[in-house]
């Protein structure tokens, strides 16, 4: 299989790279574009081994699969660009924050194979958590082929588009607010005595301690907090301070918020 990216930035390589160490693809079959002014983008493809242009079009008759990895303010112009070098036999991923699978497949010939993917930045380390939904003129088969290369940076699951948003808020745009988590960690251990970079390290082993327990486990959150927590002791201390604070209310508040901006910008 060929794979080609749209855009040649953090994400167009961050999905290349898991593709390669999967071993599922190698290098020289994957290719990746972008304007003459980010050249550096494509040198650092080129380092990577991969083909590159600075030709749309040539992307995709060099491809199956045609990541569409330019940010939401491009995807018309470049779906403009490819729309007479596209086949049924094409296959098109949008990655685009926003833009829906309608507005795509109507910058499109007619029955193309459009899919619309909500990744994340954790993509670059391959712990990415990817959702993705299906356009009208999907194949049987198709759902599996983008799951397999999704997952090669991460989690990916298929979900309904109505679903797209509210991942957005929540895995889409929840790696900054876990930033902001560890930050404010990281914070309190220096504000009670520890170095730094000590206190950063211990912050971020904790977060994916905890998700790893979760994910390991299956066992419910609430009860891991629970096992955690002898009486009188110093975790429920700190729990409470976190509850007084309306911690779960203000998670929940924020992946509301998210949701709605990212319906809005839709
Ligand atoms: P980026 O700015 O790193 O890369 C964008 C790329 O598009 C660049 O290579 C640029 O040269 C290229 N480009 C611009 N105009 C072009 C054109 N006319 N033809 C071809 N290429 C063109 O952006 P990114 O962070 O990789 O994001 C890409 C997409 O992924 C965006 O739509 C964004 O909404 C989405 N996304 C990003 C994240 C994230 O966390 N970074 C998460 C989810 C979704």
Redesign the pocket.
Known sequence: MKIGF???????QALARGLINSGRITADNIIA???K??EF?LEQCKSMGLNTTHE?AEVVQKSDVIFL????V??S??AS?IAPALSKEHLVVS????ITIRNIESLLPTKSRVVRV????PSVVRAGASAFAMGSACRDGDAETVERLLSTVGFAVEVPEIHIDPVTGLS?SG?SYMFAVIEGLADGGVKVGLPRDLALKLAAYTLLGAAKMVLETGVHPAQLKDDVQSPAGSSVYGMHKLESGGLKGILMDAVEAATNRSRATG
């Open positions: 749209i855009g040649a930035g953090k994400m167009a574009s972008s304007p002014r980010d983008l749309n990895a330019v940010k939401p491009h995807v112009k470049v660009e990655i685009a924050l926003g909500m990744p994340n930045t889409g790696p």
